[in-house]
């Protein structure tokens, strides 16, 4: 038979498979305004200092640079955590916003119905519960009377899950680090074809601005791309983090039958108010 904290374990998993099916995902506009206004700063720079767009579509540079990051991505990054990156970085585009003032609530609601009746009384709201976690921190609550093993099984899961986020970010800032580097190789490559031509100076010139723009195109990729995509996982990691914090606290003050006053003002620290002075 199966440990009580391996089967803890697998039904966290079975949970975290189906993870906030209740929160409705809508588009992240500060994300896609983000990268609207930074190519476009580009692309308008470019175009004020006089020099034609079509003059940096330059395929050489485009195939070196895109296709030896591609390339370097495969190498450093193994196949399953690949795929998960990529899942991550397509999930930016999106986003599932948790009011933490309706989920402390919400907490608070289940304290007060487990102070009434005990916490097997949990049971018949659970499917009323909107947040996943909590949902599923709940019915282990009600399954284990240890306060530690179920402390635990879910500070296992939290850690778990920033480790993931941590190593997608990696993925991501990894390429950023390579795609300039690739971008000089690029240049490196127009003016060896420079120097074929050497002879005829108009070439000479007109090939060197050409050789360059594929380390314009890797320090793009890095800087308006990969990077700021890898910091922004990294933020989406460290929100999530703090909200299953809170509702791993919330959970073992329930646990404890601790009052539900008490519980707000020990989970008032993870609420964030617009007029709250910063320290």
Known sequence: MASPENALAQQLRVGAATEEPARRRQLDTSFLIGVIIAVSATVLGIHSSGVSLRYFLQPTGAVIVLGGTVGVILITTP???????????LALISGADVNREALLDEIIDCA????????????????????????EALQLAMDVSNREELRTVLETDLRMKER????????????????????????????????????????????IGTAF??????????????????????????????????????????????????????????????????S
């Open 79 to 89: 196949r399953y955590s690949l795929v998960h990156s990529i899942r991550r970085a």
């Open 112 to 135: 007060r119905e487990a102070r009434r009746g005990g916490i097997l009384s949990l049971e018949r709201k659970l499917p009323k519960i909107r947040h996943e976690f909590l949902r």
């Open 164 to 207: 993931q986020g941590e190593a997608d970010a990696k993925t991501l800032e990894v390429a950023g680090g390579y795609a300039p580097t690739l971008g000089i190789i690029g240049t490196v490559v127009g003016l060896i074809d420079v120097l074929r031509q050497f002879s005829n100076l108009q070439s000479v010139g007109t090939g």
């Open 213 to 278: 723009v594929s380390t314009i195109y890797g320090l793009a990729l890095a800087n308006l791309l990969l990077l700021p995509a890898a910091h922004r996982i990294r933020a989406r990691v460290a929100e999530n983090f703090e909200i299953q914090e809170l509702i791993l606290e919330g959970v073992l003050a329930i646990l404890d039958s601790a009052h539900p006053s008490l519980i707000r003002m020990r989970l008032n620290a993870f609420i964030r108010r617009p007029k709250e002075r910063v």
